[in-house]
């Protein structure tokens, strides 16, 4: 193994122990009652039961009246307004079937809400989209909560829905989680080509109706987008962490190998529950190696920015602490192998071409980048999803592939990278932390120090641009109240073009906010998840017009030039939203989430740590964790046995040592910002 990558990981496993020991011993508990007992809905009285199967066909009626069947759950995020999810209207009675011959019964047992991004940037609905992961995951539980089920197969790709499905599952970590992915539309119009058009139309240049022609040649068909944003990063995750069948990541939907795909998922479902031989919970699958197998993969492919929250939230709800620092660290020394649109020109569907997640994972693991010895859902051995899926006669087959691409423009070996380190690097300075996607930004424009320009919102900034009251100079633009608290950190994905418009009339130009870029964020130099947020007492409220700041993203430094005497004499400029400005599109129903979430390096959620549940939101802890154990149960010893090789004085950043949990250390970043929520709480205004 790569040093750096085995350092991560004990330092991640040293960190997490009290509570991945805590929430393993649930999943243990619940495990061995399962095994015990059959089928989860044994337990349920014949009231509960007859309810769970009233609408069953006779055959399934029979099946679920016995003992002898697993009951698989399909969680949905099907919707046909979204590209991706449309596919996944055929899905169920393709899987059900599949369940039936494996010699299981599937139900369709919920359906998740699922928001296109694409659909809502720069309007009042994408305030609501990081708040929806959360949603997700609570309507994944409440899917999952009828005992009916012995595992799961899961039914999304996009954006916050990956997560949020993913999140919910591990709250039922003794059950196997297989995702069952739709894959990537055909390539349409060519990236670069849709990049140019964006531009033309910031500028004037071309009109409405043109512009939607260019975008509706590129987004054409079902299927997921085809650049390499959010949604995709998700899948390319979703398979390095063992979730998704070997290959199945990107095939086209409506396609011979993408139904037999899907069937096959729904066949493995039975085989991997707790009443089979080769019993997979999805607890166990995702563990302290394949988190940071998910993060490798995401810097190794310059993959979306969105997941530097998501990550870390998925890793929490497993009882795993990733930080910021564990990224920064792995960064440094994991090189960039791929250049997909907007790091390139390819698309996924010239990434799959080129040998795709087959050569990537197989590079990967002989640079002893990824760890191998991982549970996956198609077995143990990472080393399994080295092969590629084909029909042969008819039957799904998989054969290693060849183990080096084959467009050296597209997909490169370890020993030959496009950069030496990966494509998402993490800043700090007197400004707070922050994350910048580099992977697509030319290394001239990787440093900047200019004036500031600050808006409280992105509207601010595309009205000054419009009015020409951005040409010819340079600066920073400086976008706040974007956070999570202040009114859910929205994609400011639109501000690309005209930033890009800048650029490229030689001005240099930059951008700092506490909102996201998200995975479509391109060759602008950006600090963005800005952290602590405007909202919640962060410096970038501080921040003047003509303020010199200093973006340093080969270095990883941010820095407000202004003399820290002066500083301390500022008050906050701006403010959020007041919650009866905050109205309209539903987002009032979201004011608790609003004033709950956690700063966007503990993700941004509104979820405590699992193993270390505490009695509000936020990760703000007023409990005692579960006193820490000796490991109990089947599901440990792999656990323990990678464990031991931590030193006993690693530091548990989340904790004082003594089990109980110092409300300081969720609010404070290391770098002497202060954690006001945890005086609000202590002062009872919380």
């Given amino acids: 193994m790569n040093p750096i990558v085995e350092e991560v990981t004990a330092r991640v496993a040293a960190r997490s122990r009290p509570s991945r020991t805590a929430y393993l011993r649930r999943v243990d508990a619940a495990a061995r009652e399962a095994r015990e007992r059959g089928p989860a809905r044994t337990a349920l009285g014949c009231a509960n039961l007859a309810h769970g199967f009233a609408a069953c066909s006779p055959a399934d009626k029979l099946a679920l009246r016995g003992a002898e069947r697993p009951g698989v759950a399909i969680v949905s995020a099907y919707n046909d307004m979204l590209s991706a999810h449309q596919p996944y209207e055929t899905y169920p009675p393709l899987l059900k079937a599949a369940v039936r011959e494996a010699g299981g019964v599937a139900q369709f047992a919920g359906g998740v809400p699922a928001m296109c991004d694409g659909v809502t940037q720069g309007r009042a609905g994408m305030e609501l989209s990081l708040y929806s992961r959360e949603v997700i995951a609570m309507a994944t539980a409440i899917a999952l909560s009828h005992d009916m089920f012995d595992a799961s197969l899961l039914l999304g790709v996009c954006d916050k829905i990956v997560p949020g499905l993913l999140i919910g599952a591990l709250h039922f970590g003794h059950l196997p989680a297989l995702f069952v992915p739709a894959g990537p539309m055909p ?24 512009m939607l022609d260019a975008e509706a040649k590129s987004y054409h068909s079902p299927g997921t987008c085809t650049f390499y ?18 290959g199945a990541t990107f095939v086209n939907p409506g396609t011979p190998l993408r139904d037999a795909l899907t069937a096959a998922a729904g066949r493995r479902a039975v085989e991997i529950t707790a009443h089979g031989p080769e019993y997979a919970p999805v607890g166990e699958v995702v563990d302290e190696k394949a988190v940071v197998n998910a993060a490798v993969a995401l810097l190794a492919t310059g993959g979306s920015t969105n997941h530097t929250m998501h990550l870390v939230a998925i890793a929490a709800a497993a009882g795993i602490e990733l930080l910021w620092d564990d990224l920064a660290a792995l960064s440094r020394h994991v090189p960039l192998l791929t250049r997909m649109y907007p790091n390139g020109q390819a698309d996924v569907n010239h990434f799959e071409a080129a040998g795709g997640m087959q050569v990537l994972i197989g590079d990967l693991l ?4 990824l760890h191998e010895d991982v549970l996956t859902v198609a077995g143990r051995g990472l080393g399994r999803y080295r092969s590629r899926p084909s029909l042969t006669e008819g039957e799904l087959v998989w054969a290693e592939a060849p183990s080096t691409g084959t467009d050296p423009d597209v997909l490169r070996p370890v020993a030959d990278p496009f950069s030496a380190d990966g494509g998402i690097h993490m800043l700090h300075g007197n400004l707070g932390r922050a994350v ?10 990787l440093v900047i120090e200019a004036p500031a320009k600050v808006f409280d919102d992105q509207a601010g900034l595309l009205a000054a641009f419009e009015a020409g ?16 608290r202040a009114n859910g950190m929205p994609e400011l994905h639109k ?25 479509a964020s391109g060759k602008v130099p950006a600090a963005i998840h800005l952290s602590p947020e405007a909202a919640d007492g962060g410096p970038i409220a501080l921040v003047r017009d003509g303020d010199p700041i200093r973006l340093d993203s080969a270095a990883g430094t941010l820095e407000l030039l202004v003399p820290e005497a002066e500083l301390a004499s500022r008050t906050p400029a701006g403010r959020p939203l007041a919650d009866d400005e905050w109205v309209g599109t539903g987002r009032e129903l979201f004011t608790a989430f609003r004033r709950t979430a956690a700063p966007p390096e503990r993700g941004a959620g509104v979820f405590a740590m699992s193993g270390a549940e505490t009695a509000t939101f936020g990760g703000l802890p007023v409990v005692r964790d579960p006193a820490p154990g000796p490991a109990t149960g089947p599901a440990h010893a792999a656990h323990a046995a990678h464990a031991a090789h931590a030193t006993d004085g690693t530091r548990d950043v989340r904790g004082s040592g003594d089990g109980t949990r110092d409300v300081r250390d969720l609010r404070d970043s290391g770098d002497g910002t202060r954690g006001r929520r945890a005086a609000e709480f202590a002062e009872g205004r919380a």
């Fill in 187 to 210: 390539s349409g119009l060519p990236n670069k080509v849709k990049a140019r058009a964006r531009q033309a139309f910031a500028e004037g240049k071309i009109g409405r109706g043109e």
């Fill in 229 to 246: 944003g959010t949604a995709n990063s998700n899948q390319v995750l979703m398979e390095v962490m063992g979730l998704h069948l070997p």
């Fill in 366 to 369: 002989d640079s002893g980048l």
């Fill in 436 to 445: 910048s996607k580099v992977s697509a930004v030319k290394p001239e424009h």
């Fill in 469 to 484: 009251e951005l040409d010819g100079q340079d600066f920073v633009a400086v976008i706040r109240y974007q956070g999570p």
């Fill in 495 to 519: 501000l690309t073009p005209p930033l890009a418009v800048l650029l490229d009339r030689g001005m240099k130009v930059a951008l700092v906010t506490d909102g996201r870029m998200s995975g």
